[in-house]
C-alpha cells in the first residue's frame, strides 16, 4: 500500500499470437521499461505462462490493463 492506498498487480499472460519483439516493444512503450526489463519480462510470460508487469492504485492499473488490450496482450489485475 501507498499511504493506504491499496495496490493492483497488473498481469500480461502468454498467448499465441504476438511475437515476442512485439511484447518488447509494447512493455518498453506503454510501461516505460528498458530494453532489458521489457525483454526479462517478455520471457518471463513466455516460459511462465505470466508476469506481473506492473503495480499501482486501483485506475491506474485498470488503465494500463485497458491499454495493454488495445494492444493485443491478454492482462488482467489481481490485488496485491
Known amino acids: 500500500m501507498v499511504r493506504g492506498i491499496p495496490m493492483w498487480n497488473v498481469v500480461v499472460w502468454d498467448d499465441p499470437v504476438n511475437l515476442m519483439s ?3 516493444w509494447v512493455f518498453r512503450t506503454l510501461l516505460g521499461r528498458s530494453r532489458e526489463e521489457a525483454t526479462r519480462l517478455m520471457l518471463e510470460v513466455h516460459h511462465r505462462g505470466r508476469a ?3 503495480s499501482a492504485p486501483r485506475e ?7 491499454h ?3 494492444h493485443g496482450l491478454w492482462a ?3 490485488e496485491r
Do not use: G, K, R, S
Not at 491506474?60 to 485497458?66: C, D, P, S
Open 68 to 70: 495493454l488490450h488495445h
Open 22 to 24: 512485439y511484447v518488447v
Open 76 to 78: 488482467t489485475l489481481e
Open 52 to 54: 506481473v508487469v506492473a
Open 60 to 66: 491506474h492499473a485498470e488503465l494500463n490493463v485497458y
